[in-house]
C-alpha cells in the first residue's frame, strides 16, 4: 500500500502522536456516547469526526443541530471557535505547499495537536518532509474517528444515558486555557480575554453572548498583538 520512503515516514511519525492517540480516544468516546444523549442516530457522530475533523466545534455542532435554523450564527460562531487556525495556516503556509498532493488533507486535518508536532519537529534525515506531515495529521485523525465511533457503538447499547458528558467540553476548554496560563509568562490576553466575555455575558445574557464576546477578543487582541510586535522590532 505504501513505498519504502512512506513507510519510514509512518514510522517516523507515529511516535510523536502516541500522546495525542490517549488523548482523541477518551475525548472522542465522550463525544460519541454524549451525541448519543441527545438522540442522535451513532451514524452522526461517525461521519461529524471524519469529515468535521474541529473537535471543540463537533460538540458545539452537537447543540447547533437541536437549535432553531441559523445558518449566519453557525457560520460566525464556527469563524470564531476556529479562528485561532487563520494564524496556523498562515505560518504552515511554506511546509505544506511543498507537500505536493496532500496539502488540501494537511489543510482539511490541521488541528491544534497536528499542528503542534508538525510545526516544531526536525523531520529525521532521509524522510520526506510531506509524508511526515500527512501521517501526523492522518493518523490524529484515525485517533479521534475511532474514538467518536467507539462513543457512538458503547453509548448506542448503554440502557441508560450518563449524566455529565456536557461537562467534558468545559472541562476541556478550562485544561487548555489553564495550560496556556502556565506556559505564558505575559497574561495580558488572558484577561483580557476573561474581561470581555464577563462583559458581554453580562449584557447580552447566557444564551447569546459567545458570539459578541469572540468579536470584541479578536478586535482587541488583534491590534494589541500588532503592537507589541512593532515594539519588539
Known sequence: MFNVKQKSAF???FPY???ILTGFLFLGIAYGIYMISLGFSPIFPILMSLFIFAGSMEF???NLL???FNPIGAF????MVNARHLFYGLSMLDKYQAAGKVSPYLIFGMCDESFSINA???VPLGVSAGDFYFFVTLL????WVAGATIGALFGSLLPFYPQGLDFVMTALLVVIFLEQWLKDKDHQSALIGMGLTLISLLIFGSDRFVIPAMIAILLV???LSRQKEGLKE
Do not use: D, R
Open 120 to 122: 516544531s519537529t526536525t
Open 221 to 223: 487582541l488583534i491590534p
Open 66 to 68: 437541536l437549535s432553531g
Open 17 to 19: 502522536t502516541l500522546p
Open 76 to 79: 460566525l460562531l464556527t469563524l
Open 140 to 143: 490524529n485523525h484515525l485517533y
Open 60 to 62: 458545539v455542532t452537537a
Open 11 to 13: 514510522k517516523a511519525a
